[in-house]
């Protein structure tokens, strides 16, 4: 998949940006043979136990990553070194536990995926805004194919209308998300990576247009805002633009019982218009976020019998329990920036230029923000 795509000279190792070359027979045969050797780990030193069907090197022969399944695992965790040679370390802005709290809820999420309604699923207004910007980026690539970087897997963005010839690259660091929802009518030639996104695996200025749903909201603030400002920046070209739809609180508070008060009154489209309403209401600050364990013990005590109120409303029965009841004693936190708060966010790399509202049931607050990137040091910014 990757040998003649155009897109394997983007990829480098996410630790030390060198860049990656596939692996032939030979150089996989030797390195399997040091599999079996007890001869190879893991930058977090764990053994390597089960031989690569196929493999990403870096130029120098001293750093591997595993192919399997047509997906590079370019995480930095899953960097492949030889016994006795000093992995190179990384310490990301989010703590391991962060990680891997969201791993596991989004690889249970990505099961019932084709449930999940918008507004936390994007719609054709949302894709709108973004298709312009797509063809715009042709323009600018003057003459070449463009190439986008797109933060997750969102099935909508994969396969909206690209310009012919674009040269999609995905990013999303949850397995499961990838197996699940990632869309087989993905623009041609796609590829989609096993990736941290605060270490991308892409040289610096390999894009035209980087695009993401929802992505900042998981990151810690303001650490992990930044964080990605940064990434997202090294990555683009200065000619780029950065594209991210974003969940953002209102600037005046809800009360949880005035939310609750419309849910038993109608007055709410569908059940995860609702979950996000009440998860901003419960928003603790830009630093604390929202636990979402939080959520459950704001409806078990006023909804004792959630089907019954399924079946009331005309609402999937399956609802509540995919989504709030699985919610219970969970630990993780998304914040909710107002719109001005996750602009001036990213300033330190990116000026806004625009900011798109659907039209669509409480779509104030699931803006599509647009980004100019700003002039790197010493440079043009063009």
Sequence with gaps: MLAENPLLETLCCPVNKSPLRLMDTDGLRQLNDAIGRSQVMYADGARVTEPLTGGLATADGASFYRIQGRIPYLLPDLRIVRAGEKPQSFAPPQSPE???LWSTRWGQVSQFWDHIQPPIRPVSQDIRVLEPLAAEAAIRAGGTAPRALLLGVTPEIAAMRWPA??????ADSCL??????????AVAGAVVTLADWFALPVCDAAFDLVLGDGSINMLRYPDGFAALGRETRRVLKDS?????????????????DAIFKDL???????IDIFNWRLA???HRGLHAGTRFGDLWEAWHPRVPDSAGLMRSLGWPLEAPGEFIEAMRGFDGRMVFPTVTELSESLAGEFRQTACHFPEYETGDRYPTFVFEPNSRAGGSGR
Excluded: K, Y
């Design 98 to 100: 962060d990680a891997m």
């Design 264 to 270: 038993f009154e109608r007055r709410i489209g569908n």
């Design 240 to 256: 780029g633009v950065l594209a991210i739809r974003a969940f953002c609180r209102p600037a005046q508070a809800e009360s949880v």
């Design 165 to 170: 010839g674009t040269q999609l690259l995905a």
């Design 280 to 282: 901003m209401a419960l």
């Design 176 to 185: 499961a998300m990838i197996h699940n929802v990632w869309p087989t009518n």
